[in-house]
């Protein structure tokens, strides 16, 4: 069974602070993938990331892939009270029977 | 772009009895669809996947008589929880995935309350 560890779990931090989410895993995945969920919604796609090593950029977003497609890590700056949500990170298994396997969840608050 | 539709967003049953929801892929086939749980501020759990035509195959601990899972078309896909208690309270997602297109795309999301 693949898991992925991700944290901070919970986050409550001040308008205009820097952050970081990790997803640690010690399996690889084909893509990991990062959601934004308000509550009572569906989980909306930030960014997939594919390849060992890359970084993706989405405005104040910064995506990591580890070289190794096991870890991955969401850096915020300049955190905004609009950025509040439930972010997810979730691994795709890949080949014939691709399933999502999500994290946890960190549960971001940025107070004004 | 791919957009699920998920109906009802909400529902509240009596205990004991049953109750469907629907998950339809509006603008592609969907080879596959997963449907998932989610408790308040917590992770989406997923409880099944299920490809046109098969039979839906349950995660662990999953109680495949409790949860109904039809997926008869490449755009329907049904889940219907049976004789339903409180302790079912609970927001459940789905998820549909194209074999050409890849990707997965979610519904919005049903809150399921038993009363």
């Known amino acids: 069974t693949q898991l992925l560890e991700q944290s901070p779990q919970f986050l409550s931090i001040q308008e205009g602070e820097n952050l970081t989410v990790y997803c640690n895993s010690s399996?690889?995945?084909?893509?990991l993938q990062w959601y934004r969920q308000e509550p009572g919604e569906g989980p909306v796609l930030l960014v997939t990331?594919?390849?060992?090593?890359e970084v993706k950029k989405l405005k104040r977003l910064t995506f990591q892939f580890g070289d190794a497609r096991k870890d991955s890590s969401l850096h915020i700056t300049a955190a905004q009270p609009g950025d509040t949500g439930l972010y997810l990170c979730a691994g795709d298994s890949g080949g014939s029977n691709y399933k999502l396997t999500f994290g946890k969840g960190t549960l971001l608050t940025v107070n004004p | 772009g791919a957009v699920v539709s998920q109906h009802p967003s909400w529902v509240i049953c009596k205990s004991g009895t049953s109750v469907k929801i629907e998950c339809r892929s509006l603008d592609f086939q969907a080879t596959t669809m997963f449907w998932y749980r989610q408790f308040p501020k917590q992770s989406l759990m997923l409880m099944a996947t299920s490809n046109e035509g098969s039979k839906a195959t349950y995660e662990q601990g999953v109680e495949k008589d409790k949860f109904l899972i039809n997926h008869a078309s490449l755009t329907l896909s049904t889940l219907t929880v049976t004789s339903a208690h409180p302790e079912d309270s609970s927001f459940y997602i789905c998820?549909?995935?194209?074999?050409?297109?890849?990707?997965?795309?979610f519904g919005s999301g049903t809150r399921l309350t038993v009363v």
């Open positions: 990331v594919v390849t060992g090593g």
């Open positions: 399996s690889v995945f084909s893509s």
């Open positions: 998820s549909a995935r194209s074999r050409g297109r890849g990707g997965y795309t």
